[in-house]
């Protein structure tokens, strides 16, 4: 016993120091970093038949983001490129887990809906053979007791299954009615309620919903997803990718293209968040061309690009078709 306490004496500084160090490294602050990331190659998660090879890459962009330790915290005032964000409230935490199921509903959706459009450009077989909804956002003014990641299947024993089948229905009602909803949520059938409210003109029962389309194809077709990934931005890259996997044109010219941008089925770009982390990621990988949606999102990759003096060619697109006919006239 002498001998540990007199270790103790002797080395206590020491050992102060290791247990604030270990401290810090290993418990969680409030907060999270967001930062540039990096490249996903689309064409190396494609699993398809006959799948056709390219010299050059269709890519997606990211950000980073980073849980938050003590040693974290102190470098981010030092590095230009992390952004701090701080997770205040008991109420930002259960949106920060509601904004995760959300956003993995988004990228279903959009990874779906570019499958399909990919196919359809490209002349290849593909049915849509379900079609499921999902509550992607909650109004605050709602009167329910539904939850984000609920899927419906029956409002009153009606069968939900379309956003058009929903907004139909809903249609014949008058504001203030009760209905009665079927959900699955985490595998368990659940009934909830909501009141009908009008919003914006129309009779809605405070949520917005995410339509995500099955579907068969010939060829059949897989893409590989990570769990740490989320959001639509990637449908514009994930349609041209998969394109370029199904049909015999290289569509790369040997180049790394990368991009960002959500997708519908009607082959529309959307806007997303994040753009400057994005540019600066694809910089970083010394990427050649950057397909960026029209508007808000292209001023600001323009001002990002001008002021850092990058070398990458930002194109802005506000269709899939757009994007296709540039690299087929410009890069194939």
């Known amino acids: ?118 196919f359809q450009k490209a002349n290849k077989e593909i049915e849509i053979c379900n079609t499921e909804v999902y509550i992607a956002y909650l109004l605050e003014e709602a009167d329910t007791d539904l939850e984000v990641g609920d899927k419906i299947v029956k409002i009153d024993n009606i069968t939900i299954d379309s956003k058009q089948t929903l907004i139909a229905y809903l249609s014949t009602l008058n504001v203030g009615d009760t209905v009665i909803i079927d959900v699955v949520n985490n595998n368990q059938s659940i009934k909830r309620y909501a009141k009908i409210m009008e919003y914006g003109g129309s009779k809605i029962i405070g949520f917005v919903p995410v339509e995500i389309n099955e579907f068969k194809s010939n060829p059949s077709i897989n893409i590989q997803t990570d769990a740490s990934e989320y959001g639509p931005s990637g449908g514009l890259m994930v349609s041209l990718a998969v394109y370029n996997a199904i049909t015999e044109k290289d569509i790369t010219g040997g180049l790394t293209i990368v991009g960002t941008g959500t997708i519908d089925l009607d082959g529309n770009v959307g806007a997303i968040g994040g753009i400057e982390y994005k540019i600066k990621g694809a910089e970083k990988k010394h990427a050649d061309i950057f397909f960026v949606p029209v508007g808000e999102n292209y001023e600001e990759a323009k001002k990002i690009v001008k002021e850092n003096n990058y070398k990458i060619k930002l194109v802005p697109v506000k269709t899939f078709d757009e994007a296709l006919n540039y690299l087929l006239e410009n890069v194939a």
């Open 1 to 118: 016993m002498n001998k540990i306490i007199n270790f103790l004496k002797k080395n206590w500084l020491v050992i102060l120091i290791y247990v604030i160090v270990i401290f810090g490294c290993t418990v969680k602050l409030p907060y999270y970093i967001d930062a540039p990331g990096g490249l996903i190659n689309v064409g190396d998660r494609i699993d398809v038949d006959n799948k056709y090879e390219s010299k050059g890459s269709i890519n997606l962009a990211y950000v980073s983001e980073y849980s938050v330790n003590v040693p974290m915290l102190i470098a981010s005032y030092f590095i230009d490129d992390w952004t701090l964000n701080k997770i205040q409230t008991k109420e930002e935490v259960e949106f920060y887990e509601e904004d995760l199921v959300r956003n993995k509903l988004l990228m279903q959706e959009s990874y779906n809906n570019a499958i399909i459009l990919a």
